[in-house]
């Protein structure tokens, strides 16, 4: 089976660090190549970041959800800001060092559900309680 080319380096950098502020280039960067969704950039040292990985240490609901839709994986770090404590509580059931795996950047899960606001108050007391 032959593999497709990869996405553009540029193309995927403008991505990602469009997604950590900038909703509307993100739609339009979409449209233009859907394959992004799930693109990843490698910061450098093994500092890997995708768009709705961005988009949740940075609190961008509206992004994580765009992105979600156009069929971005869940990760417990989009999930922990976007305050959905069934899958941050199953991650971490199914594997307790989950609760203290660093995100992109080495952003704590903590911080991502301090990100996700009052929508992510329960993953955060939830997180919280773990101590």
């Keep these: 089976m032959e593999r497709p080319p990869p996405l553009a380096a ?3 950098n403008e991505f990602v660090l469009k997604a950590h502020s900038d909703l509307n280039r993100v739609k339009e960067l979409l449209a233009r190549e859907p394959k992004l969704v799930n693109a990843c950039w490698d910061w450098g ?3 890997f970041e995708t768009a709705l990985g961005a988009a949740a ?3 961008r609901r509206e992004i994580a959800e765009l992105l979600l839709d ?3 994986r869940m990760d417990i770090f989009a999930a922990a800001m976007l305050g959905h404590l069934d899958v941050v509580k199953a991650a971490i059931t199914a594997d307790p060092r989950a609760a203290k795996a660093p ?3 080495g952003i704590p899960l903590l911080t991502h559900a301090k990100m996700g606001g009052e929508k992510a108050t329960p993953v955060l007391e939830y997180l919280q309680s773990l101590g």
């Design 103 to 105: 995100g992109p950047h």
């Design 70 to 72: 156009n069929g971005a």
């Design 57 to 59: 240490h940075t609190g």
């Design 45 to 47: 040292g093994g500092d």
């Design 10 to 12: 540029e193309l995927v």
